[in-house]
């Protein structure tokens, strides 16, 4: 049985879900525009020696409302994980993050590695950040860090989230159509459709939360980051180092990148970077690709960790077939075939 709890850290008070389990402990990290409740059916099938926990990141879900600073990275989101661990007294646990929940992970894992038995990336940010960077080794395309951050994020879809929009009206902006179309791929719907989606309106919104705060720009797409919320916080600007730490790690553990084969906000081409959109003539005053070239978040992806597997750690990748940004949960069984074969190695 899954339990919604609380628990006050020394840093801020999470609202967590529980799985009672025999030996383990999971914990599963969310992404941007959701929350724990994304994780409950894969909770509900995994094998009972595992205790799951799955917290609401701060700025998401019915964890307490602070402010994430952006200028730290990933560093607030890290810090409340490790405060996580120690007010749960979990000395040493396996890792999983979707998304921006991944990208929070690789600061995590990077700072904290002994506390580390295995990592899974699901379709995860880039270590690199999202937007505005290119080439597999995240080379800033301007260097304000143009199209990164909170600028880029639709306003009309902001307003629907505030809103509380359950509609399909608009079909560029609606959540429930953004989820419908990019979360996973269509015409599939989970039949947990109206939970999911009460995770997303839940997200916590405003200059410093969600979308966060922006600046104006001299280079395409002519905003760059602010200092806020966790848009800002996923900002190449912020995440410089992040990559060499997480590679650097003292401690080793084996990673297992899965992901699905038709994502279409993480990848090479995502319909949310503002290269691949300009280039689709989408955006005005496009530079051309030389200049601002889609982000290779997948390609970044992969260099770091076959850099990570330099230092003698070891990370298996998977592909899963007619899925897209959320695997496990358009395919749990078969996601779970792969990542309980990883988890008992």
């Given at each position: 049985?899954?339990?919604?709890?609380?628990?006050?850290?020394?840093?801020?008070?999470?609202?967590?879900?529980?799985?009672?389990?025999?030996?383990?402990?999971?914990?599963?990290?969310?992404?941007?525009?959701?929350?724990?409740?994304?994780?409950?059916?894969?909770?509900?099938?995994?094998?009972?020696?595992?205790?799951?926990?799955?917290?609401?990141?701060?700025?998401?879900?019915?964890?307490?409302?602070?402010?994430?600073?952006?200028?730290?990275?990933?560093?607030?989101?890290?810090?409340?994980?490790?405060?996580?661990?120690?007010?749960?007294?979990?000395?040493?646990?396996?890792?999983?993050?979707?998304?921006?929940?991944?990208?929070?992970?690789?600061?995590?894992?990077?700072?904290?590695?002994?506390?580390?038995?295995?990592?899974?990336?699901?379709?995860?940010?880039?270590?690199?950040?999202?937007?505005?960077?290119?080439?597999?080794?995240?080379?800033?395309?301007?260097?304000?860090?143009?199209?990164?951050?909170?600028?880029?994020?639709?306003?009309?879809?902001?307003?629907?989230?505030?809103?509380?929009?359950?509609?399909?009206?608009?079909?560029?902006?609606?959540?429930?159509?953004?989820?419908?179309?990019?979360?996973?791929?269509p015409p599939f719907v989970p039949a947990q459709i109206e939970e999911l989606l009460d995770g997303l309106l839940n997200?916590?919104?405003?200059?410093?939360?969600?979308?966060?705060?922006?600046?104006?720009?001299?280079?395409?797409?002519?905003?760059?980051?602010?200092?806020?919320?966790?848009?800002?916080?996923?900002?190449?600007?912020?995440?410089?180092?992040?990559?060499?730490?997480?590679?650097?790690?003292?401690?080793?553990?084996?990673?297992?990148?899965?992901?699905?084969?038709?994502?279409?906000?993480?990848?090479?081409?995502?319909?949310?970077?503002?290269?691949?959109?300009?280039?689709?003539?989408?955006?005005?005053?496009?530079?051309?690709?030389?200049?601002?070239?889609?982000?290779?978040?997948?390609?970044?992806?992969?260099?770091?960790?076959?850099?990570?597997?330099?230092?003698?750690?070891?990370?298996?990748?998977?592909?899963?077939?007619?899925?897209?940004?959320?695997?496990?949960?358009?395919?749990?069984?078969?996601?779970?075939?792969?990542?309980?074969?990883?988890?008992?190695?």
């Amino acid at each position: 049985m899954i339990h919604s709890k609380f628990v006050q850290t020394n840093r801020i008070k999470i609202h967590y879900l529980e799985r009672e389990g025999d030996r383990d402990v999971l914990f599963l990290i969310h992404g941007n525009g959701s929350s724990s409740s994304f994780w409950k059916e894969l909770m509900e099938k995994i094998d009972t020696q595992y205790r799951i926990i799955a917290p609401d990141m701060r700025g998401y879900g019915d964890t307490e409302d602070l402010i994430t600073d952006a200028t730290k990275g990933f560093g607030d989101f890290a810090e409340d994980i490790h405060s996580l661990l120690e007010a749960l007294e979990v000395e040493k646990a396996h890792f999983a993050g979707h998304s921006l929940g991944g990208g929070m992970l690789y600061a995590y894992a990077g700072k904290y590695s002994e506390t580390v038995k295995s990592l899974t990336l699901v379709n995860p940010a880039s270590p690199y950040g999202f937007g505005g960077t290119k080439g597999e080794t995240g080379i800033p395309c301007n260097k304000d860090f143009s199209g990164s951050g909170g600028g880029v994020v639709n306003p009309e879809f902001v307003a629907r989230l505030k809103a509380g929009d359950r509609t399909d009206e608009d079909q560029s902006a609606s959540p429930r159509v953004v989820m419908n179309t990019f979360y996973w791929k269509p015409p599939f719907v989970p039949a947990q459709i109206e939970e999911l989606l009460d995770g997303l309106l839940n997200q916590k919104l405003g200059e410093d939360k969600y979308p966060g705060d922006f600046v104006a720009s001299d280079f395409y797409p002519y905003v760059a980051p602010g200092k806020l919320g966790p848009m800002n916080a996923g900002s190449p600007k912020y995440l410089q180092g992040m990559a060499e730490q997480f590679i650097e790690a003292e401690q080793k553990f084996p990673v297992l990148w899965i992901r699905g084969a038709e994502d279409q906000i993480v990848s090479n081409n995502s319909f949310f970077d503002l290269g691949t959109l300009g280039k689709m003539g989408a955006i005005p005053n496009y530079p051309g690709e030389e200049i601002f070239p889609p982000q290779p978040m997948v390609d970044q992806t992969r260099y770091v960790l076959k850099e990570f597997e330099k230092t003698g750690a070891s990370f298996t990748e998977i592909v899963m077939e007619d899925t897209a940004h959320s695997p496990f949960i358009e395919k749990p069984n078969e996601f779970l075939s792969h990542f309980e074969k990883f988890l008992s190695k």
